[in-house]
């Protein structure tokens, strides 16, 4: 029973910021990676940021100093803050839980960045 559930997209001006949220019902055992990605019409799925189980982070450098992951591990939740948001940030983003013997994916949420 694993489900990973975006929720937080919607319609931003640009330059505006959004938060998405994503709600794991997983185990989170052993060295795991949380991470978002996207994927906008036409483009290959993209990784955007993602966080280790140790706490370390790694971001696209296109959302770099704009973009920021976290969790909560009492909740079970992770985050993406999105600061300073451009049309070219507009896509489905997905949650991602990655580990050795599991891959799972959510069902997305539409981030659209439009004046």
């Known amino acids: 029973q694993v489900q990973l559930v975006e929720s937080g997209g919607g319609l931003v001006q640009p330059g505006g910021s959004l938060r998405l949220s994503c709600a794991a019902s997983i185990s989170t055992f052993g060295i795991y990676t949380m991470g978002w990605y996207r994927q906008a019409p036409g483009k290959q799925r993209e990784l955007v940021a993602a966080i280790i189980s140790g706490g370390s982070t790694n971001y696209a450098d296109s959302v770099k100093g704009r973009f920021t992951i976290s969790r909560d591990n009492a909740k079970n939740v992770v985050y993406l803050q999105m600061n300073s948001l451009e049309t070219e940030d507009t896509a489905d983003y997905y949650c991602?839980?990655?580990?050795?013997?599991?891959?799972?994916w959510g069902k997305g949420t539409l981030v659209t960045v439009s004046s």
């Open positions: 991602n839980f990655r580990r050795w013997d599991s891959d799972y």
